[in-house]
């Protein structure tokens, strides 16, 4: 048990001194990362941040300066060993569309020079073996990225990286993407997750946040949210003179930011303040539609760590029909 501790002690990734220029242009800048055997580091940063250079570095697609170690593999020394070593999983995955989820799950087997022993097992993870013969030209986004998933997890690598793996998937393969990434985690993978969208926060044991090719900030994801003042934000749907009351109302109990837009009623609050609004509006006996809390999350609230108008980070609707695209 003592030797199992100090195994995982030893960084599974080590990352030192690592820089890579582009001509007079350095995407990453002398970067220093240890990452620990079953932890998920979740990369956070804006479009052009250096994300996906860090990624192709890991994977020895780059050359650069500095070393990078997987599993006390030096990629540069030895890049076909490190590479053994990790499952990758592009944003874009190129799959051969007249070809079967089965007869993909068999060419990869080939490419490692491995048996097929292993397809059943992961295909089943992912949710596909009994949609094995299906022709990948007839899946949804959802499934190709299952796929992409199952394909990497082949020859059981040490570290999964995954690179924008939501960037194309609607909000159902959004969500099928974290139940997957639950069990990942529950069997004690190593993750690396880069992306700029929301819900995979709560997933992670870690979070950096990366502009410009250098390291901002790093920590585990209540940590870094706990440096911030952030606020949830509360929508109340209320008609007419009811409405005007709830606003007063919760701007006596602590809110900011309200905004009426239609029947809808929008306001931040800080986060400890939430419940006592809550139970505030209900003992209020002011007659509610419906009501609906939206927790902050780290991946909408890093920006305020690398500073406000950073590139690449979208505005957020104000209200809930807005984020449903309705009226």
């Given at each position: 048990?003592?030797?199992?501790?100090?195994?995982?002690?030893?960084?599974?990734?080590?990352?030192?001194?690592?820089?890579?220029?582009?001509?007079?242009?350095?995407?990453?800048?002398?970067?220093?990362?240890?990452?620990?055997?079953?932890?998920?580091?979740?990369?956070?940063?804006?479009?052009?941040?250096?994300?996906?250079?860090?990624?192709?570095?890991?994977?020895?697609?780059?050359?650069?300066?500095?070393?990078?170690?997987?599993?006390?593999?030096?990629?540069?020394?030895?890049?076909?060993?490190?590479?053994?070593?990790?499952?990758?999983?592009?944003?874009?995955?190129?799959?051969?569309?007249?070809?079967?989820?089965?007869?993909?799950?068999v060419?990869?087997?080939?490419?490692?020079?491995?048996?097929?022993?292993?397809?059943?097992?992961?295909?089943?993870?992912?949710?596909?073996?009994?949609?094995?013969?299906?022709?990948?030209?007839?899946?949804?986004?959802?499934?190709?990225?299952?796929?992409?998933?199952?394909?990497?997890?082949?020859?059981?690598?040490?570290?999964?990286?995954?690179?924008?793996?939501?960037?194309?998937?609607?909000?159902?393969?959004?969500?099928?993407?974290?139940?997957?990434?639950?069990?990942?985690?529950?069997?004690?993978?190593?993750?690396?997750?880069?992306s700029?969208?929301?819900?995979?926060?709560?997933?992670?044991?870690?979070?950096?946040?990366?502009?410009?090719?250098?390291i901002?900030?790093?920590?585990?994801?209540?940590?870094?949210?706990?440096?911030?003042?952030?606020n949830?934000?509360?929508?109340?749907?209320?008609?007419?003179?009811?409405?005007e009351?709830?606003?007063?109302?919760?701007?006596?109990?602590?809110?900011?930011?309200?905004?009426?837009?239609?029947?809808?009623?929008?306001?931040?609050?800080?986060?400890?303040?939430?419940?006592?609004?809550?139970?505030?509006?209900?003992?209020s006996?002011?007659?509610?539609?419906?009501?609906?809390?939206?927790?902050?999350?780290?991946?909408?609230?890093y920006?305020?760590?690398?500073?406000?108008?950073?590139?690449?980070?979208?505005?957020?609707?104000?209200?809930?029909?807005?984020k449903?695209?309705?009226?």
């Amino acid at each position: 048990m003592q030797q199992l501790t100090q195994q995982q002690q030893v960084p599974i990734v080590k990352i030192e001194k690592l820089e890579k220029r582009y001509g007079k242009f350095t995407a990453l800048h002398e970067l220093n990362l240890d990452i620990m055997p079953g932890s998920h580091l979740l990369i956070l940063g804006p479009n052009g941040a250096g994300k996906t250079t860090l990624i192709k570095s890991m994977m020895g697609i780059l050359n650069y300066s500095g070393k990078i170690t997987i599993n006390g593999i030096d990629v540069t020394k030895d890049p076909r060993g490190a590479k053994r070593n990790i499952g990758y999983v592009p944003q874009n995955y190129a799959f051969y569309e007249s070809l079967t989820i089965y007869d993909h799950a068999v060419l990869t087997t080939r490419l490692k020079n491995l048996g097929t022993d292993q397809i059943e097992e992961k295909l089943r993870l992912v949710n596909l073996w009994e949609t094995r013969r299906r022709r990948v030209r007839a899946c949804s986004d959802g499934m190709k990225q299952r796929l992409g998933i199952a394909l990497a997890m082949i020859g059981n690598p040490k570290v999964l990286l995954l690179d924008e793996p939501t960037s194309n998937v609607d909000l159902r393969g959004q969500l099928e993407f974290q139940k997957l990434l639950r069990a990942l985690i529950a069997q004690g993978k190593t993750m690396i997750t880069t992306s700029h969208l929301t819900g995979l926060g709560e997933l992670a044991t870690e979070v950096m946040v990366i502009d410009h090719g250098r390291i901002i900030t790093r920590g585990p994801p209540d940590e870094l949210m706990s440096r911030l003042s952030v606020n949830d934000t509360i929508f109340i749907r209320a008609k007419g003179v009811i409405a005007e009351n709830v606003k007063r109302l919760t701007q006596d109990l602590g809110a900011t930011d309200i905004e009426i837009d239609g029947e809808w009623l929008r306001a931040a609050v800080p986060t400890k303040m939430k419940l006592g609004m809550l139970k505030g509006l209900l003992n209020s006996g002011i007659a509610i539609d419906d009501l609906l809390v939206e927790r902050s999350q780290i991946e909408s609230e890093y920006v305020k760590l690398i500073g406000a108008g950073a590139p690449g980070v979208d505005n957020v609707p104000s209200t809930p029909a807005a984020k449903r695209g309705g009226n």
